[in-house]
């Protein structure tokens, strides 16, 4: 009983979603960096035609202009899955944790687990200069960069929703656009602070 009330505890408060913490789970950066390593650069695919229509049709674009099929073949794999603090997984994953994982999947570019962490390590850009695979920050709660989600294209974001897990939505959304407080480009050294 007691390893797993520390096993809760630990989780919680090495969460990154919401939290303010600094705090990484331990070996997470040392980890990315060596899965990037293993994968080699960044190669884009073409998509399957049947998830380029269903997200051409979903952004309302041609579907030519989905181009990148490792971002939209990992969308289509994670959509829906819960919303879970601190998730890292299809049971259950937390903002942070999808972008960090989108991140590395699809850019093979490791980035830092928390939102704070992640907003540090991003080349800040107007909303209006977003290139897809850039990352959205909003301040919930009174609480600055408590939320991120991957920009898409057309104003359209990809983000784990507390209430909906998994979802595309335009950035725009009555819902959390009054929350919208930076975006950026991730760098070459996003795991350092």
């Known amino acids: ?29 040392a980890v990315n960096d060596m899965l990037a390593k293993q994968r080699g650069p960044y190669v884009m695919v073409k998509p399957d035609k049947e998830i380029a229509d269903k997200y051409a049709t979903i952004m309302q674009v041609k579907r030519n202009d989905i181009q990148n099929g490792r971002l939209y073949t990992f969308i289509e794999e994670w959509l829906g899955v819960p919303y879970r603090f601190g998730g890292m997984d299809k049971e259950g994953v937390d903002c942070s944790g999808l972008v960090s994982l989108l991140q590395l999947q699809v850019y093979d570019q ?20 977003l290139k ?18 991957v920009y898409l294209q057309n104003g359209y ?36 602070n």
């Open 157 to 192: 974001i990809v983000h784990a929703s507390t209430r909906k897990g998994v979802i595309v939505v335009r950035l725009h959304d009555r819902g959390i656009y009054q929350y919208f407080s930076r975006a950026g480009s991730v760098t070459d050294h996003s795991t350092t």
């Open 132 to 149: 897809e695979g850039d990352l959205v920050f909003f301040d919930f709660d009174g609480r600055q960069f408590s939320h991120v989600g």
């Open 1 to 29: 009983m007691k390893q797993i009330f520390f096993l809760i505890t630990a989780t919680v408060l090495l969460s990154a979603c919401h939290s303010r913490k600094l705090t990484q789970r331990p070996t997470a950066d």
């Open 110 to 129: 490791p980035v830092p687990r928390t939102t704070a962490q992640q907003a540090n390590a991003v080349k800040r850009k107007y909303e209006d200069e």
